[in-house]
């Protein structure tokens, strides 16, 4: 999902975008928060996922995230995009969660019928123990440009670093995971 500084929320005028939201809630409308959160829940939860928490940890961080984006809502500066700010919120503190964890996430379980849909999962896990074993910064851009579909700026803006650093991670990701998939 590309996220934008203009909100792509608002697909009608009577829903408001996601900037409107995040003002009515700095002023403590609980409702506005609830159709704020269930907006940038589904996101959220796919960057956490996908960055290597176990469902526990994903759901704990999501919820951490979104008391962040209440607590702050008045101080947001509005120099990003409402979805891009409470995605650097949530991947900071999922990036926190990893560096603390004692130990891996258990690995999901899945059972298959055929053996087309087997070895499609296989190559499906390959890949993913690939982007696992990427350390966290590396990991981080990957999730965000191949997974999330994020623009280099907007990633620029999550991250907090220069574009120039994005694209230098983003190359030396692909490289790591071309030799290991190799």
Partial sequence: MAVTPDDQHASTPAEPTERELLDRVATGDGPAFGLLAERLTPTLRRVLFRLGLAETEVEDTVQ???????????????R??????????????????????????????AVMDTEAA??????????????????????????????????????????DVPIGTVMSRLHDARSRLRRQLA
């Fill in 64 to 78: 951490e995230a979104l008391i962040r984006v209440w607590q702050g809502s008045a101080r947001f500066e509005g």
């Fill in 80 to 109: 990003s995009a409402v979805s891009t700010w409470a995605c650097r919120i949530a991947l900071n503190l999922g990036i926190s969660t990893l560096r603390r964890r004692r130990t891996p996430p258990p690995e999901p379980v």
């Fill in 118 to 159: 087997w070895e499609s999962m296989r190559q499906a896990e390959s890949v993913r123990r690939a982007v696992m074993d990427l350390p966290l910064r590396l990991r981080a851009v990957i999730v965000l440009r191949e997974f999330e579909d994020m623009p280099y700026r907007t990633i620029s803006e999550v991250l």
